[in-house]
């Protein structure tokens, strides 16, 4: 099975800029769809930003402008550099890798945001 690994995430101010990382194993990475989701006290889990195989990305309404997700075939790694961080970012932040039947989720990384 897929492992992901998270990291980056911490309490920032607001205004301030975060950088989440998440590496696969494995070796579909390079064919994958790669997510990142979050999931706020109280509220359903919503996909933040997403990139597919091809490298093209979608975006959430709420952090358009301010969010950037990419990824490193070479490394088999998804980030998502947040900038701009508003108290309403604060959510624990999932990195998920689908293709075909294999539908992964990391452990999750705790954003908070605030002064």
């Known amino acids: 099975q897929v492992q992901l690994v998270e990291s980056g995430g911490g309490l920032v101010q607001p205004g301030g800029s975060l950088r989440l990382s998440c590496a696969a194993s494995?070796?579909?990475?390079?064919?994958?769809?790669m997510g990142w989701y979050r999931q706020a006290p109280g509220k359903q889990r919503e996909l933040v930003a997403g990139?597919?195989?091809?490298?093209?990305?979608a975006y959430a309404d709420s952090v358009k402008g301010r969010f950037t997700i990419s990824r490193d075939n070479a490394k088999k790694t998804v980030y998502l550099q947040m900038n701009s961080l508003k108290p309403e970012d604060t959510a624990v932040y999932y990195c998920?890798?689908?293709?075909?039947?294999?539908?992964?989720w990391g452990q999750g990384t705790q954003v908070t945001v605030a002064s």
């Open positions: 494995g070796s579909i990475f390079s064919s994958s769809f």
């Open positions: 998920n890798l689908r293709l075909g039947i294999t539908n992964s």
């Open positions: 990139i597919t195989s091809g490298g093209a990305t």
